[in-house]
């Protein structure tokens, strides 16, 4: 099972919007709705920010948004603030009780 | 609160062997499936498998089958993760996280393995 594609970086001003994109196969992304991801601070655990491709849990800001078309999903967070600053990873069911993650993308806030 | 308890940090001789238990609380134990995930230095998240608490049932990633033994021990709400035949490629922060459908929910803080002759 390959890694899910993610770029290595992005970055945005506050107040911006920024998209992650996360490229799987219809054996993973494309063939299930479940894709969620997870911010990483540095030094800390990784946290749920969405799940089932667009669904927040409890206490996550609704600048958090996700959505799905084809094999890629996406992560788009807007009104960038200095604390988003962080790593993001998207993982995906894919099939058969195995899970994937993507390689993960740095978020800088300028 | 939800709440998952790892052990402390390990260092370990090539060719050895490693258990990291993970004890949690704040749920009923047997109601959901745990997850290990690990972590290279400075690397991405890696999913190692997945245990079902209530019957031992699991499924391991192909990249750790034959080296990997997930157990569980429900008279303690604790889980265990052997990884075995240890190289220095498997120095990491190993995670636990409870599985809510098919996301990881809620994470312990981490376990960090160091393999090192």
């Known amino acids: 099972q390959s890694a899910l594609t993610q770029p290595r970086s992005v970055s945005g001003s506050p107040g911006q919007s920024v998209t992650i994109s996360c490229t799987g196969t219809s054996s993973d992304v494309g063939g299930y709705i479940y894709v969620s991801w997870y911010q990483q601070h540095p030094g800390k655990a990784p946290k749920l920010m969405i799940y089932d491709v667009s669904e927040r849990p409890s206490g996550v800001p609704d600048r958090f948004s996700g959505s799905k078309s084809g094999n890629t999903a996406s992560l788009t967070i807007s009104g960038l603030q200095a604390e988003d600053e962080a790593d993001y990873y998207c993982c995906s069911y894919a099939g058969s009780f195995n899970w994937v993650f993507g390689g993960g993308t740095k978020l800088t806030v300028l | 609160q939800v709440q998952l308890v790892q052990s402390g940090a390990e260092v370990k001789k090539p060719g050895a062997s490693v258990k990291v238990s993970c004890k949690a609380s704040g749920y009923t134990f047997t109601s959901h499936y745990m997850h290990w995930v690990r972590q290279a230095p400075g690397q991405g998240l890696e999913w190692m498998g997945i245990?079902?608490?209530?019957?031992?049932?699991?499924s391991y990633a192909q990249k750790f089958q034959g080296r990997v033994t997930m157990t569980t021990d429900t008279s303690t709400s604790t889980v265990y993760m052997e990884l075995s035949s240890l190289r220095s490629e498997d120095t990491a922060v190993y995670y636990c996280?409870?599985?809510?459908?098919?996301?990881?929910?809620?994470w312990g803080l981490g376990t960090l393995v160091t393999v090192s002759s």
């Open positions: 245990i079902n608490p209530s019957g031992g049932s699991t």
């Open positions: 996280a409870r599985a809510g459908s098919n996301h990881l929910d809620y």
